[in-house]
């Protein structure tokens, strides 16, 4: 089996930059996604393909990748962006999916 | 965009089986694949499996094979999961989402809650 390693909480003062990483061994072979979830919300996806973002998303919003570990960055966050965020991506079959376990950012 | 309803709040006894369905509004759903995601009270995202709309593939996380069955009924646009021999900690909110692209999670329905008690 494999997994995805996020930390599962950090703390950012509105304004500034929030960093979020997810780390997996497959990460280097297969696409990321990242998720934003709020309280009794479903799930929104604001990356996708380690980098790119929906429309609807809000530019503060991007993605990176370097091999084993990806990040979700949020530049000048700001209250509403609070949330739970998850990792996404797939086995090395690109069969099987995973999530990665969450990270609270609390701002 | 496709948008997803799904069904209403399940309780269950352990053993028994849950159905939940997922109806997509769009007329090219047929394009769509189907993901079904759970989670637990406090917990994160646990991905279940995935479908093309007509089911004729479909893919479901190691530890669920052999209880967790995903169907579609095309005439009415509407996905079906069901997991079986419920035990107590399948209680979680089942979420459903389509998608034109792997990992089909464009749009999302609103959850299903399934709480299994006795």
């Known amino acids: 089996s494999y997994e995805l390693t996020q930390p599962p909480s950090v703390s950012v003062i509105p304004g500034q930059t929030a960093r979020i990483t997810c780390s997996g061994d497959?990460?280097?072979?297969?696409?990321s996604y990242w998720f934003q979830q709020k309280p009794g919300q479903a799930p929104v996806k604001v990356i996708y393909?380690?980098?790119q973002r929906p429309s609807e998303i809000p530019e503060r919003f991007s993605g990176s990748n370097s091999g084993t570990t990806v990040t979700l960055t949020i530049s000048g966050v700001q209250a509403e962006d609070e949330a739970d965020y998850y990792c996404?991506?797939?086995?090395?079959?690109?069969?099987?999916?995973?999530f990665g376990g969450g990270t609270k950012l609390s701002v | 965009q496709a948008q997803v309803l799904q069904s209403g709040t399940e309780v269950k006894k352990p053993g028994a089986s849950v159905k939940v369905s997922c109806k997509a509004s769009s007329d090219s759903v047929s394009d769509y694949g189907i993901v079904w995601v759970r989670q637990a009270p406090g917990q994160g995202l646990e991905w279940l499996g995935w479908s093309t709309f007509y089911s004729d593939k479909t893919k479901s996380a190691q530890k669920f094979q052999g209880r967790f069955t995903m169907t579609t009924d095309t005439s009415t646009r509407t996905a079906y999961m069901e997991l079986r021999s419920l035990r107590f900690d399948d209680t979680a909110v089942y979420f459903c989402?389509?998608?034109?692209?792997?990992?089909?999670?464009?749009?999302w329905g609103k959850g299903t809650t399934v709480t299994v008690s006795s």
């Open positions: 497959t990460l280097s072979k297969q696409y």
């Open positions: 989402a389509v998608g034109i692209a792997a990992p089909y999670m464009d749009v």
């Open positions: 393909r380690d980098t």
């Open positions: 996404l991506s797939a086995d090395s079959s690109g069969v099987y999916w995973m």
